[in-house]
Structures are given as structure tokens and as C-alpha cells.
């Protein structure tokens, strides 16, 4: 029994080590596509970005497919908390819902997907992973989305109103990758805050 209660000891933290290798390398993943693209990042350049070995990268993740999906999926599920979090009482001020969705666009996370869209458009076998993902990932956005603004969708135009929030805040990301756009940006939310009390009440 004392052999058992040992070995027990000794897995947990080989668990925990392993689980801090996981959350490195899937980090270290996001913030190399953001800064180097599909084509500038490796397995091996993400493992050193880590302080990992190759082979414990590919432990972890077999192929870079696999690492690069997981580690957008890993970041936006963080994104996420992080965005419920913001609003721990639930239904808040509409545009202050506007401008904390717009920021999830805006940033080194919706960078690093951007470059895994681009990749994805062209490499055959990532397009299917990327393409399951972005609709989990979006139906996630657009729940919580509903949730915060406290928006009924069994009334007219309420659904499309939230999507078209949320296509609008991906342009904003899109349009702030080229430019510092804030300026614009606030007044485009400060819109929106319109549009959502007109649609909304």
C-alpha cells in the first residue's frame, strides 16, 4: 500500500510539470503566429520560444496542426473567462459591452488567429480544423454577447443585430492591424451603443 500511496505522490507533480509544458508551448504558440505568421512559426521555434525540447513539443502535440489549433482554441477560451469576468454580475452598460467585445478583436490573440485563417485558407488539411473551431469559438462570442447585453433573440432583428456587433468588432480588428484606429473606433462603439438601446428596448 505504502508502494501505491508513493507512486501516487510521485505522479502528481509529473502532472503538473506536464500541464505547466502544455500551457508554455500553447503561449508560446499564439504569441510566434502573432509575431512571425504561418510561415515563420515551427514546431522548433515555438518549443525554444517555450524553454522546451522539440520532442517534448511534440509529446504534447503531435503535429504543428495540432499545436497551432489547440493554442487559438487555448487563448480564446481564456479570452472568454476573461470577457465574463469583466461583468461578474451579469447584463451590463451596452456600450461598455460594445467596447470589451471590440477589444477581444484587437490584439495579439485575434492576430494570431487572423494568421491561422490565412494558413488555413490554404493548407488543406488545417482548413477543416480552423473552420470547427472559428464556428465553436463564435457561437461562444455570440452567447456570452447575448447574455451581456441581455438581448431576447426570440424578437425581431435581435439576433442579426447581435452578429452584426460582433462582424463589426472583427472589422475594427482587422482595420487597428495596419493602423492605430482608437479615435475612429470609439465613436463607431459609441454608435453601436445607439443602435443596440434602439433594437434592444
Known amino acids: 500500500?505504502?508502494?501505491?500511496?508513493?507512486?501516487?505522490?510521485?505522479?502528481?507533480?509529473?502532472?503538473d510539470r506536464s500541464r505547466a509544458t502544455r500551457q508554455r508551448l500553447l503561449e508560446a504558440a499564439v504569441a510566434?503566429?502573432?509575431e512571425h505568421g504561418w510561415a515563420g512559426s515551427t514546431v522548433s521555434v515555438v518549443a525554444e520560444r517555450a524553454g522546451v525540447s522539440r520532442g517534448a513539443?511534440?509529446?504534447?502535440?503531435?503535429t504543428r496542426e495540432d499545436l497551432f489549433t489547440a493554442a487559438v482554441e487555448y487563448v480564446a477560451e481564456?479570452?472568454?473567462?476573461?470577457?465574463?469576468?469583466?461583468?461578474?454580475?451579469g447584463p451590463a452598460d451596452r456600450r461598455a459591452v460594445v467596447r470589451a467585445l471590440v477589444d477581444l478583436y484587437t490584439g495579439p490573440v485575434f492576430r494570431a488567429a487572423l494568421h491561422l485563417w490565412v494558413a488555413?485558407?490554404?493548407?488543406?488539411?488545417?482548413?477543416?480544423r480552423v473552420t470547427e473551431l472559428e464556428a465553436r469559438v463564435g457561437r461562444e462570442t455570440h452567447h456570452i454577447a447575448v447574455e451581456l447585453l441581455d438581448a431576447d433573440e426570440s424578437r425581431?432583428?435581435?439576433?442579426?443585430?447581435?452578429?452584426?456587433?460582433?462582424?463589426?468588432?472583427?472589422?475594427?480588428?482587422?482595420?487597428?492591424l495596419l493602423t492605430d484606429d482608437g479615435a475612429r473606433r470609439e465613436r463607431v462603439v459609441a454608435q453601436w451603443g445607439n443602435i443596440l438601446d434602439e433594437v434592444l428596448d
Not at 57 to 62: D, G, K, L, R, Y
Not at 120 to 128: F, G, I, M, T, V
Not at 158 to 167: A, F, I, M, N, S
Open 32 to 34: 510566434c503566429l502573432a
Open 120 to 128: 488555413a485558407s490554404n493548407e488543406d488539411q488545417l482548413r477543416p
Open 1 to 15: 500500500m505504502g508502494a501505491v500511496n508513493a507512486g501516487l505522490v510521485d505522479r502528481v507533480p509529473k502532472q
Open 78 to 89: 481564456q479570452r472568454s473567462t476573461a470577457l465574463r469576468a469583466l461583468f461578474p454580475d
Open 57 to 62: 513539443a511534440q509529446h504534447h502535440f503531435p
Open 156 to 176: 425581431p432583428g435581435v439576433r442579426e443585430t447581435v452578429q452584426g456587433l460582433l462582424d463589426m468588432a472583427r472589422g475594427l480588428g482587422l482595420a487597428n
